[in-house]
């Protein structure tokens, strides 16, 4: 596995999107054949991209080093991206179950299909960003911007849950993990 986490890290991120599209594609095509999965396959890819992106994450959890002091304590870099993917899975089984139950609406016209690519292409750039944004900026913009693409109106829903989401994942990662996520390369004077 360490093999592969390290292969993962030389190839360039267009390599690994593009590699990641095709699968969507093959999983496209092999959704549309099976008569139980074509009425809702546009809601299978999305949980099938989530699982996609959440492998990659776990593959390069091998190639984290661990310190002596943080094997030891329990804790190590490694220890909340694996949770977070098995929290993942956990998710995923339950969003195929409700997905393939007979009474589930199929999948709505194009503008779904559109929304879904736009979410992605937003993650990616999300990701992109981070050298320069930082996390915490990139990821409460792509929180907001989705909040709104769904449809929120609600201001104190769209102010509160990108803050909470940076002070959680600030103190999971800085405070209990020791792990700095980037600032970017606009505000690494300020930190």
């Not at 594609?25 to 054949?33: E, I, K, R, S, T």
């Not at 201001?155 to 405070?175: A, D, E, G, M, S």
Request: hydrophobic letters at 55%; one cysteine or more.
């Amino acid at each position: 596995m360490t093999a592969l986490s390290t292969w993962l890290n030389s190839l360039h991120y267009g390599y690994i999107v593009g590699g990641i599209a095709v699968l969507m594609v093959g999983f496209y095509f092999l959704f549309n054949a099976i008569p139980r999965t074509k009425p809702v396959k546009a809601q299978l890819l999305c949980v099938v991209g989530m699982d996609l992106i959440t492998l990659l994450f776990y593959i390069l959890t091998f190639s984290l080093r661990v310190s002596k002091m943080a094997a030891q304590s329990g804790a190590t870099p490694r220890t909340m991206p694996r949770l977070w993917a098995f929290l993942m899975v956990l998710a995923s089984v339950g969003a195929y179950v409700a997905i393939l139950k007979k009474d589930n609406r199929p999948d709505r016209g194009f503008d779904r299909w559109v929304f879904a690519l736009m979410v992605g292409l937003g993650s990616i750039v999300s990701v992109l960003c981070f050298q320069w944004l930082g996390y915490y900026l990139s990821s409460a913009i792509f929180i907001v911007a989705v909040m709104i693409a769904m449809g929120e109106k609600n201001k104190l829903q769209l102010i509160l849950t990108p803050v909470i989401w940076c002070v959680f994942t600030y103190f999971v990662f800085n405070k209990f993990l020791y792990i700095t996520l980037p600032v970017g390369s606009l505000f690494k004077g300020m930190f």
